[in-house]
């Protein structure tokens, strides 16, 4: 059962640089999203695809830019890195508001 | 959005039931009670959720309490691999909002 999966697990960028954090689920749900989290504190919603098709901006979308590519992926991008993204991404993933959700490993990403 | 309070923190001892208490004050009457622990290094994961009964599974049981402006997750015998992050997280039509949780240390 590989249920939500995140590449990569780690990355190291340079301020300025570019860079796009896949996710994949195998469930056939609904609703993807991404989440990013700081050292010693909740997460916090980046943007989601509530269906195919769709996304909308969540708490804190500046910076970054998402694609939902099909109904299995669902792709997070920063244009221009700054070390203020230095966090833990998680890609989640559910049939609909009213199911548990699904969460993938992490990508841990540093921006120097 | 939905919102929630927890305690920062809670200790239990190994072997004895935890009660994790979560305040729901502003929900609203078609949001689901979610909850997720995270362990160390991990993702989140999903523990239980229900809307007005008491539900339970496999690895805990959720007691909503009447009026749903609370809930409490019920671990019935702590162990040394329930030490996490403990989430409730307020639930919107399609998103959650999380908190800081409340971490549980259990003590063997």
């Known amino acids: 059962n590989a249920g939500v999966t995140q590449t990569p697990k780690f990355q190291v960028l340079k301020t300025g640089q570019s860079m796009t954090l896949q996710c994949a689920q195998d469930?056939?749900?609904?609703?993807m999203y991404w989440y990013r989290q700081d050292p010693g504190m909740g997460l916090r919603l980046i943007y989601y695809?509530?269906?195919?098709?769709?996304?909308d901006k969540g708490e804190v979308p500046n910076g970054y830019n998402v694609s939902r590519l099909n109904k299995r992926e669902f792709s997070l991008r920063l244009e221009s890195a700054a070390p203020s993204q230095t966090s833990v991404y998680f890609c989640?993933?559910?049939?609909?508001?009213?199911?548990?959700?699904?969460f993938g490993s992490g990508t841990r990403l540093t921006v120097v | 959005d939905a919102k929630t309070t927890q305690p920062n923190s809670m200790e239990s001892n190994e072997e004895e039931p935890v009660h994790l208490p979560c305040n729901h004050s502003?929900?609203?009457?078609?949001?689901?009670i979610h909850w997720y622990r995270q362990l160390p290094s991990q993702g989140p994961e999903y523990v239980i959720h229900?809307?007005?009964s008491n539900v339970n599974n496999r690895m805990a049981s959720l007691a909503i309490a009447e009026d749903r402006k609370s809930s409490t997750l019920i671990l019935h015998r702590a162990t040394l691999r329930d030490a996490a992050v403990y989430y409730c997280?307020?639930?919107?039509?399609?998103?959650?909002?999380f908190g800081k949780g409340t971490k549980l240390s259990v003590i063997p």
């Open positions: 989640a993933s559910t049939q609909t508001g009213n199911y548990g959700y699904t």
């Open positions: 469930m056939n749900h609904n609703s």
């Open positions: 695809s509530a269906s195919e098709g769709t996304t």
């Open positions: 502003t929900i609203s009457g078609t949001d689901y």
């Open positions: 229900g809307l007005t």
């Open positions: 997280p307020g639930a919107g039509s399609y998103q959650l909002t």
